[in-house]
């Protein structure tokens, strides 16, 4: 997400530049006539705009993430998004299978649950991932939910 951030720094500034130097003839009352003097100025709009759009797109997910809810039972993962509408999904302790997670010094991090593979159309093998973000101590999430996917597992097997 930062490199998008940094991406989109320069590009805004050279929308905003080129924009303000397709407006000099306006500023500066000198007509050329016809929509080119109006047309160059506004064809910079876009490219404001979507630069505005990627500058902001760090704040969208972070405003978005303290929406989001995740809880670990002894039946299964839980996400609760409640935005405009409330998004619930789940999975189950028995569908977990490879847990990957990464996290930082400070222990915030994510969590990647592999919950079914399958081989595509192409002949790929794909994996469906359940993904926690921004979780405080992401080790001990892994270790919580590794020892309920062995409790699971010794119920089912005794």
């Known amino acids: 997400m930062f ?3 940094l991406f989109a720094i320069p590009w805004t500034a050279f929308a905003l530049f080129w924009t303000w130097l397709a407006a000099t003839p306006l ?3 000198q007509h050329i006539g016809g929509y080119i003097e109006y047309g160059f100025p506004l064809f910079g709009l876009p490219f404001i705009l979507i630069g505005l759009g990627m500058l902001a ?6 405003l978005r993430a303290r929406r989001v809810v995740y809880a670990l039972t002894d039946q299964r993962v839980i996400q ?6 409330t998004k619930v999904q789940s999975v189950q302790i028995d569908q977990v299978g490879q847990v990957d997670a990464q996290h930082d010094p400070d ?3 994510r969590l990647s649950i592999a ?3 399958f081989i595509d159309r192409n002949r ?3 994996t469906d991932a359940f993904t926690i973000l921004g979780v405080p101590d992401a080790a001990r999430l892994e270790r919580l939910l ?5 409790a699971r597992k010794a119920l089912a097997g005794g």
Do not use: H
């Not at 797109?57 to 972070?62: G, I, S, V």
């Open 3 to 5: 490199l998008i951030w």
């Open 27 to 29: 500023r500066e009352g």
């Open 57 to 62: 797109t760090p704040f969208r997910l972070l």
């Open 80 to 85: 609760l998004y409640a935005g405009r509408s």
């Open 107 to 109: 222990g915030y991090g």
């Open 115 to 117: 919950t079914t593979q």
């Open 124 to 126: 790929d093998r794909r």
């Open 146 to 150: 590794l020892e309920q996917v062995r």
